[in-house]
Nanobody, 128 residues
């Protein structure tokens, strides 16, 4: 199993940047594909970005392409989400998720039901 703790959220003006971190417990972090999701008030939780366990493959939702970057440091058991050019529509609770499966190191997942492990979330608020 893995436990996930997000940090780095906060209040930022439109156009600003934040970097979210998700620290994972356990010694097998490199075995997990990771994802970032977000949930705005009254809306469903949606995928924002995902990264394979090797870190070679990444996915971005269309709404964040060119503005957000997902990365991982397996030595630090941490996955990051660098968010630039933030807009009001980015306001949400951001969740980190982890999934272990036997398969290719290049696989990543984008569906909520594909992830078994979740963090508690961190609030990001963008003021316009």
């Amino acid at each position: 199993q893995v436990q996930l703790v997000e940090s780095g959220g906060g209040l930022v003006q439109a156009g600003g940047s934040l970097r979210l971190s998700c620290a994972a417990s356990g010694r097998t972090f490199s075995s997990y594909a990771m994802g970032w999701f977000r949930q705005a008030p009254g809306k469903e939780r949606v995928s924002v970005a995902a990264i394979s366990r090797s870190g070679d493959n990444t996915y971005y939702a269309d709404s964040v392409k060119g503005r957000f970057t997902i990365s991982r440091d397996n030595a630090k058991n941490t996955v990051y989400l660098q968010m630039n050019s933030l807009i009001a529509e980015d306001t949400a609770v951001y969740y980190c998720a982890a999934e272990f499966r036997w398969g290719r190191d290049s696989d990543y997942y984008t569906g909520i039901r594909e992830y078994h492990y979740w963090g508690q979330g961190t609030q990001v608020t963008v003021s316009s």
